[in-house]
């Protein structure tokens, strides 16, 4: 079996860990925008090439003829490489354009679950001149502020939070109006977000275990917004904050956007959906959705998945999804490494090294994102470096596990956020 993976961040590396992992003993190919050390040393072959260069990916695929494709990231979805590769007889785990739209264009998000899920989701608005944004915005301070377009999970912005006051919310906004040609704006809801994360083939979907992943910069849900610091799981793969029956609720809402999504479009969906929920008092809503694993939770799930993932990846490829997925009943906690400075005035290019056989030996997992590797060290770059995760009975165990460890050995030239995961006193 050849597998192609695209995408090079620590996710990624956590896709390639699971194939490799497969007893079918995959070979693994990678095409990544710059090379990730801990993709090139699973990898039989790989390439270098924007990841939204389809002529490109094209390229490549035609040269290693991949049995299957295996897509992280957004970008390429959203520019149309299922559309691509399927067209040249490639087998691919990752929806088509169409239903890529659902992460790519917020308003048409929110559009699609107000005509066609008609439940769980917040008040909205969208607003295409500065004029009518501002009046709404002094009338409806607490508001949330989205980007239509992708940001690399790093454009959500709360009115009173990252953004003080109205003159700098319509600032932020600006710039994104002439890009989109409107801006999303939502009522803010309190709550716990929580992450789930679904296999399908367009007509079944298979749930991973949830996952609640901490987006601010520093301790305390302080800072700005990152691509995430940090996640953990439990062992009942739900979480202290949401029940089995808001469990069952926001699964309804992910199963039915599948369904819908393939009726609308007349493409079924094939790949990851990823529902990022808030538990709110009217149970959960959806913040968004993005068609790709949820990273950091990748490596909480994938670190979990007993089943053959080169096995679960094909069936959900030939849209025949395997019945049964088998993830092990223990917690994990990650947490992201991160140069000093990020993500406002990330210290790039500093050295680090990182004692493998340690890790290795106390069962704590590594996951590069984005560092350069020379000479057996490791460089920073200005995106996280590299992600640690612990597996263990609870997520108490799990993060002792990773704190114990990094507050010896954590390079100085690296930060983490140390109090992630808050637990509750009842987390299992
Ligand atoms: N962890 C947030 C995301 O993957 O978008």
Known sequence: MRVLLVGNGAREHAIAAALARSPQDPRIFAYMSTPNPGIVDLAEDWTEGSLTDIESLKRYAVKVTPDLVVFGPEAPLAAG?????????????????ALARIEADKAFMREFMAE??????????????????????????ASVIKPIGLTGGKGVRVLGRQLPDLEEALEYARPFIERDGRILVEERLEGEEFSLMVFTDGKRCVPMPLVQDYKYAREGDTGPMTGGMGSYSCADHLLPFVSRADFEAALGIVEDTVAKLGEVTGVPYRGILYGQFIQTSEGPKVIEFNVRFGDPEAMNVLSLLVTDAVEVFASIASGDLIGEIE??????????????????APEAGRSFTLPLQELEAKGIEVYFASVREEDGRYLTTSSRSVALLARAPSPFEAKATL????????PGVLYYRRDIPRLPPQAN
Do not use: I, M, N, Q
């Open 81 to 97: 490489a299922v559309d691509a590769l399927e067209g040249k007889g490639f087998p691919c785990v990752g929806p088509r354009k």
């Open 327 to 344: 993830f092990a009943r223990e917690a994990t906690v990650c947490k992201y490494l991160v140069p000093r400075g990020y993500p406002e």
């Open 116 to 141: 066609h899920l008609r439940r769980g989701y917040p008040r909205w608005w969208t607003f295409s001149d500065p004029r009518s944004l501002e009046e709404h915005l002094r009338a409806h301070p």
């Open 403 to 410: 704190d114990g460890f990094l507050a010896e050995h954590c």
